[in-house]
């Protein structure tokens, strides 16, 4: 199975900053199938970016994805309050499909 | 407007038996494979198994196979996560979603299944 490590474990910053959060699969993501996710508390996840970094419906342009292979990041050009959340990383290349263990985006 | 409507939340013992529930709507149900995700306190998403609701082909993550057991009944748009013998580890939200090529656009609102003595 592909371990997906996310980076870093938390992330303090402020609003209007930019956002940088990294995913790094143990092996190859195929045709870049990776897709991010946003998680507020008590709510479930969002889907944010797919295949690397194509934007989900309604989406703000301000989240994009990049990378390939092994490397995938997601930015976040200006914070937002409602930004602070936890993001996560998922693979669909290989089966199962895995999570990375989540980035905490938090205010500084 | 899809929608994945689950069940609420659950208080059971260790040793219980549990069923939950995500009804689908608003899309064909047959058409889309569904997916179980645990998030236990605190913790990550954790991809469980994934049900086709047409045929009920069925498969799961390693570590969750002969702990649980995923099904679906599509005359009435739903699908369901179940334990025979609870413990206390199964304390967690349960959230459904549903499969897009590989990708979880549409998520239920989560389970909230509580397992203590």
């Known amino acids: 199975e592909i371990v997906l490590t996310q980076s870093p474990g938390t992330l303090p910053l402020s609003p209007g900053e930019r956002a940088t959060l990294s995913c790094r699969a143990s092996q190859s993501v195929t045709n870049n199938y990776l897709a991010w996710y946003q998680q507020n508390p008590g709510q479930a996840p969002r889907l944010l970016i797919y295949?690397?970094?194509s934007r989900a419906t309604g989406v703000p342009d301000r989240f994009s994805g990049s990378g390939s292979v092994t490397d995938f990041t997601l930015t976040i050009s200006r914070l937002e309050p409602e930004d602070f959340a936890v993001y996560y990383c998922q693979q669909y290349a290989n089966s199962p499909p895995t999570f990375g263990q989540g980035t905490k985006l938090e205010i500084k | 407007e899809v929608q994945l409507v689950q069940s609420g939340a659950e208080v059971k013992k260790p040793g219980e038996s549990l069923k939950i529930s995500c009804k689908g709507s608003?899309?064909?149900?047959?058409?889309?494979?569904i997916v179980w995700v645990r998030q236990m306190p605190g913790k990550g998403l954790e991809w469980m198994g994934i049900i086709n609701p047409g045929d009920s082909d069925t498969r799961y993550t390693p570590s969750f196979q002969g702990q649980v057991t995923i099904s679906a009944d599509m005359s009435i748009t739903t699908a369901y996560l179940q334990w025979s013998r609870l413990q206390a580890s199964d304390t967690a939200i349960y959230y459904c979603?549903?499969?897009?090529?590989?990708?979880?656009?549409?998520w239920g609102q989560g389970t909230l299944v509580t397992v203590s003595s």
């Open positions: 608003g899309y064909s149900f047959t058409n889309y494979w």
């Open positions: 979603a549903r499969w897009t090529s590989g990708y979880l656009v549409e």
């Open positions: 295949g690397a970094s």
